[in-house]
T-cell receptor, first 114, second 110 residues
Framework: KAGVTQTPRYLIKTRGQQVTLSCSPISGHRSVSWYQQTPGQGLQFLFEYFSETQRNKGNFPGRFSGRQFSNSRSEMNVSTLELGDSALYLC?????????????FGDGTRLSIL | AQRVTQPEKLLSVFKGAPVELKCNYSYSGSPELFWYVQYSRQRLQLLLRHISRESIKGFTADLNKGETSFHLKKPFAQEEDSAMYYCALIVGTSYDKVIFGPGTSLSVIP
């Protein structure tokens, strides 16, 4: 099976712009989660989608949003970018049903804000 | 509050020595805990999960509900164990949110 694929791998934006990141989960996986990873805060949960519905979200401002399509692919959008949004954004997928499902991670998208 | 702590940011041990990576959690429900590992230039990947009670690459972890801990142990460290280790707690009504600890960087000295 192909692993979790995230595009693009690198992005450079300026303050005030918006950005959309994409994640294709492992075939058959219906849950997609997004994380922000920074040296100072570590791995922080952004949100999780299952069957096109957001089931949970972390403590991030409304500028961070996401969606999931019927084929389980997911996108994450950040509007009005700030310098502090510079981070590695990781996507992870899992089957999504039942407890204790391990997550499979992508390589991430490294976002730099100038 | 739901929280995972890993008190050691960096841990160095000699090859062949025992290693213990500490993890403590705070959660009022029944915990589902994992250890993830990230080797240099590789993706974050699952190492082991508490419900399977298995040993992976010589590592084991026991859930201690009384001490709210899930420490990762290996009796004899190998150089290839050098990596970043994250303890993770799954919460949410559908197990839909993962809270990661800050991570411990393990360095095995040859």
């Amino acid at each position: 099976k192909a692993g979790v694929t995230q595009t693009p791998r690198y992005l450079i934006k300026t303050r005030g712009q918006q950005v959309t990141l994409s994640c294709s989960p492992i075939s058959g996986h219906r849950s997609v989660s997004w994380y922000q990873q920074t040296p100072g805060q570590g791995l922080q949960f952004l949100f999780e989608y299952f069957s096109e519905t957001q089931r949970n979200k972390g403590n991030f401002p409304g500028r961070f949003s996401g969606r999931q399509f019927s084929n389980s692919r997911s996108e994450m959008n950040v509007s009005t970018l700030e310098l502090g949004d510079s981070a590695l954004y990781l996507c992870a997928s899992s089957p999504g049903q039942g407890g204790g499902q391990p997550q499979h991670f992508g390589d991430g998208t490294r976002l730099s804000i100038l | 509050a739901q929280r995972v702590t890993q008190p050691e940011k960096l841990l160095s041990v000699f090859k062949g020595a025992p290693v213990e990576l500490k993890c403590n959690y705070s959660y009022s429900g029944s915990p589902e805990l994992f250890w993830y590992v990230q080797y240099s230039r590789q993706r974050l990947q699952l190492l082991l999960r508490h419900i399977s009670r298995e040993s992976i690459k010589g590592f084991t972890a026991d859930l201690n509900k009384g001490e709210t801990s899930f420490h990762l142990k290996k009796p004899f460290a190998q150089e290839e164990d050098s990596a970043m280790y994250y303890c993770a707690l799954i919460v949410g009504t559908s197990y839909d949110k993962v809270i990661f600890g800050p991570g411990t960087s393990l360095s095995v000295i040859p």
